[in-house]
């Protein structure tokens, strides 16, 4: 399944390029580092505020690739959705997914 569709084939996309691909992928690598840090940081028995920062910055750097796809997604895919009469229904599925963020 490509990026702007679920389980419906139908719906319109625009393909990531592959810098945004690499970008998204080199921020999701960096992500994985920093849990690996956070696991060994538990192994070692450090301090839990020390662990519990770290969280924080992963939480953090999540919720950017999120955002950053999020505003990628509308301002291609809902848009091209807009422009091509079926809007409706792609604000709906962004309107969902921006409530699984705020939970």
């Given at each position: 399944m490509n990026h702007c569709e679920d389980h419906n084939m139908d719906k319109k996309m625009v393909p990531r390029t592959e810098q945004e691909i690499e970008s998204i992928i080199k921020r999701l690598k960096r992500i994985?580092?920093?849990?690996r840090g956070v696991q060994k940081m538990v192994e070692d028995n450090r301090y839990c505020i020390d662990i519990l920062v770290q969280i924080s910055a992963i939480t953090a750097a999540l919720n950017k690739v999120g955002l950053n796809l999020l505003e990628r997604h509308v301002s291609h895919c809902?848009?091209?959705a807009?422009?091509?009469?079926s809007?409706?229904?792609s604000i709906r599925e962004v309107m969902d997914v921006i409530k699984q963020f705020a939970k």
């Amino acid at each position: 399944m490509n990026h702007c569709e679920d389980h419906n084939m139908d719906k319109k996309m625009v393909p990531r390029t592959e810098q945004e691909i690499e970008s998204i992928i080199k921020r999701l690598k960096r992500i994985e580092g920093q849990v690996r840090g956070v696991q060994k940081m538990v192994e070692d028995n450090r301090y839990c505020i020390d662990i519990l920062v770290q969280i924080s910055a992963i939480t953090a750097a999540l919720n950017k690739v999120g955002l950053n796809l999020l505003e990628r997604h509308v301002s291609h895919c809902v848009s091209k959705a807009i422009r091509e009469g079926s809007g409706e229904e792609s604000i709906r599925e962004v309107m969902d997914v921006i409530k699984q963020f705020a939970k």
